[in-house]
């Protein structure tokens, strides 16, 4: 999956929670360098356990689909802002 800021987290029998894996980044606040990846993905697996259809797979394709063209601390170069719009400009 890679670093810890694409890691998703969340689950829940009658009630959910989901966020991303990591902490909340707050020495990088207001920078625009936070990966938001995780929480990306922490929302698709939310449709997902929400039974929404195929609109997980639509948004875990997106992510994918955004390749290296991502935040730098996964080697890329956009920021915060930058990559979550390339991401739903792929959702169309």
């Not at 969340?10 to 020495?27: I, L």
Request: net charge negative; hydrophobic share 35%; proline share 3%.
């Amino acid at each position: 999956m890679g670093r810890i800021g694409v890691a998703p987290f969340g689950g829940g029998d009658e009630q959910g929670m989901f966020q991303g894996s990591h902490g909340s980044a707050s020495n990088i606040a207001g920078d625009g360098l936070a990966n938001p990846i995780a929480y990306i993905l922490s929302g698709a697996s939310m449709l997902d356990w929400l039974g929404q259809g195929n609109q997980d797979e639509r948004l875990t394709a997106a992510v994918l689909a955004e390749g290296r063209d991502v935040a730098p601390d996964v080697g890329g170069n956009r920021s915060t802002n930058s990559c979550a719009e390339a991401i739903c400009r792929k959702l169309g």
